[in-house]
């Protein structure tokens, strides 16, 4: 077995083909033109909308930032979150997850936010109504688990 790229077009034509027949079995219904597209941009068709956000206090003084990509699938991620103030990181982050939510949940398309968080934010986005939904154990660099967490948004 050889380890190869897709360049080929009677590659790509039969990719392409059992992509759509892979996502219909999973009830997504997409072309093939669409599955040729997908496999030419190297999955960047995934990513539907994305934006860095920022919250500033009362002052106009910069709390934080937080990422918020969403994917196909009706499925979004929070990422990249910073905040500014170590004496209320907490209630900042939570302040910042429920806010995005808040936002975010306007678009009536959008079924499940989701995160990959740091073992300290863990107690943030869940008071915000995420749960745990599993661990990837040194994901990024050794020693440092993050955990899944979730939220599922009422349709």
Not at 59 to 80: N, T
Not at 109 to 116: A, Q
Not at 123 to 138: H, N, T, W
């Amino acid at each position: 077995m050889s380890l190869l790229p897709l360049t080929t077009d009677e590659d790509f034509d039969r990719i392409a083909e059992a992509l759509v027949a892979h996502w219909a079995e999973r009830g997504m219904t997409y072309t093939k033109e669409y599955a040729s597209e997908y496999l030419c941009t190297e999955h960047s068709l995934d990513i539907v909308w994305d934006k860095t956000f920022v919250f500033k206090n009362d002052d106009d003084k910069l709390v934080g930032s937080i990422a918020f990509v969403w994917y196909e699938g009706s499925v979004a991620e929070l990422r990249d979150e910073i905040t500014f103030s170590p004496f209320d990181r907490h209630t900042s982050l939570e302040q910042m997850v429920r806010a995005t939510v808040k936002c975010m949940h306007t678009f009536s398309s959008l079924r499940k936010i989701y995160s990959l968080t740091l073992p300290h934010d863990v107690e943030p986005y869940r008071a915000a109504g995420f749960q745990e939904e599993g661990f990837l154990r040194d994901h990024f660099k050794e020693g440092e688990d993050l955990t899944i967490m979730s939220l599922f948004l009422d349709m």
